[in-house]
């Protein structure tokens, strides 16, 4: 569950703090009786977090939405690859700060982690990780304040010195005279020494396999990565999903009576796949899905079967891929990111996907969605609260900023209660981030 993601120098956003918490203070009265969660709840020693199941963030074209997902997937491509030039995009508009940092916290059960990754076209300046705001290791690279530090991970095996050659050899590269970090230590902890620290492990998998980061125009692909992936796991489950995905397709609205993958052997001889697969080795069988089928009741009463990706609609295809991850989000306790969730479905959809995250029923393991959208509809229907509508909005001074509702007044400036009409306030620009175009 994130408890918050902090961006700085990245693209049109300066600083930028992403916060999911609950930020209505007090508790709704009866809010155990409530058919929608009004927050998701975590204990740690005696205190009790609260964060919100949703974040949807509007804002004006141009103003930096598409940004802050950028910069989370950026986050996680960071942990898995070793091309820090490859992902440093600084604001190049206003050039007060000559780095990039990504922080973000999160619980995994009821242990809090925070990292912390500053870097520039050359190095990795600074690393951090912290479990319940104790240091497990920190790492810092500026010339006159070089720190290296492990409190958490040092044993008898891996003493401060074992693991800052560690460091040197497996995360560094030479230039010239000087040994840069090139590679996240969290990420090479975590892969390379998995018995080193459970802590890290357990961690490092949270931040990494537990956040899914999706563009709208890509879930139609993706989710063909998945079908890969999950049957090769556990058919059990993957059946399990598609038996439900069928329910909830008809539950829709839309005219399927079911749905189902279809398994292809296909006889390879080189070594270069495509995105519905991955080859084994040369010359053997490269297993795939490449095929969904649907199947509908025609007006004679017998089923014909379509090829979901040739003979639906894109708002089914969109749909189908979107419930597949919302299914396995609700079901394991992930996050869901989603630019342009609205693309190509209507607002009672993506109104009831909403609800999904927000229903006792449904979400049992802390799971969240956080999108962006242009939709206001969503905004009149009672579903959404204060802490849970954040917009964003930009300048050159300040860069791409987000504002939830709960940090704005009304004219008697009193805090915008959860009773407002909240889609007539942002028409009346009460929030900002609306454009004013003319022809």
């Given at each position: 569950m994130l408890s918050y993601f902090r961006i700085q120098n990245y693209r049109s956003i300066l600083d930028m703090k992403v916060d999911f918490s609950y930020a209505e203070g007090k508790a709704p009265n009866n809010y155990n009786e409530l058919s929608k969660m009004p927050f998701l709840k975590v204990s740690t020693k005696g205190k009790k977090n609260r964060f919100v199941p949703c974040l949807v963030i509007y804002g004006a074209n141009a103003s930096g939405k598409t940004n802050i997902f950028k910069a989370m997937s950026n986050y996680v491509w960071l942990l898995n690859e070793s091309g820090i030039s490859y992902s440093y995009f600084p604001n190049l508009l206003n050039r007060q700060y000559c780095s990039t940092a990504f922080e973000l916290e999160l619980f995994v059960g009821k242990d809090k982690y925070r990292h912390l990754i500053e870097y520039d076209g050359r190095e990795i300046i600074k690393e951090e990780l912290f479990k319940n705001d104790s240091s497990v290791y920190r790492i810092d690279n500026t010339p006159d304040k070089l720190h290296r530090s492990f409190n958490q991970l040092k044993n008898e095996q891996y003493d401060e010195e074992k693991l800052k050659s560690v460091l040197d050899i497996e995360c560094c590269e030479k230039e010239g005279e000087k040994y840069l970090q090139k590679r996240v230590f969290f990420s090479v902890i975590a892969k390379n020494y998995p018995g080193l620290s459970g802590d890290v492990t357990t961690a490092f998998n949270r931040y990494n396999n537990n956040i899914f980061i999706y563009s709208s125009n890509d879930m139609t692909k993706e989710v063909l990565k998945k079908?890969?992936?999950?049957?090769?796991a556990n058919s059990k489950i993957e059946s399990e999903i598609i038996d439900r995905l069928s329910s909830l397709i008809r539950n829709f609205d839309i005219d399927i009576l079911k749905v189902k993958p279809v398994k292809e052997h296909i006889p390879v001889s080189g070594t270069q796949g495509n995105y519905f697969g991955q080859y084994r080795s040369e010359k053997i069988l490269y297993r795939r899905y490449d095929r969904i089928k649907t199947f509908h009741k025609a007006i004679n009463g017998r089923e014909e079967v379509f090829d979901m990706f040739h003979d639906e609609s894109n708002g089914t295809n969109v749909l189908f891929s979107l419930l597949d991850v919302v299914l396995l989000a609700l079901d394991l306790g992930l996050t869901i990111v989603v630019d342009e969730l609205d693309k190509s479905l209507h607002p009672f959809i993506v109104a009831e996907i909403i609800k999904m995250f927000k229903s006792?029923?449904?979400?049992?393991?802390?799971?969240?969605?956080?999108?962006?959208?242009?939709?206001?509809?969503?905004?009149?229907?009672?579903?959404?609260?204060?802490?849970?509508?954040?917009?964003?909005?930009?300048?050159?001074?300040?860069?791409?900023?987000?504002?939830?509702?709960?940090?704005?007044?009304?004219e008697s400036g009193s805090k915008i209660r959860n009773t407002a009409d909240f889609r007539k306030l942002y028409f009346n620009g009460a929030f900002g981030c609306i454009p004013f175009p003319y022809i």
């Open positions: 079908y890969n992936d999950l049957i090769e006792k029923e449904y979400n049992k393991k802390n799971a969240q969605l956080i999108f962006t959208t242009h939709c206001a509809d969503i905004l009149d229907m009672d579903i959404l609260r204060v802490s849970e509508v954040g917009f964003v909005s930009k300048n050159i001074k300040e860069g791409s900023k987000i504002r939830r509702i709960s940090d704005f007044e009304d």
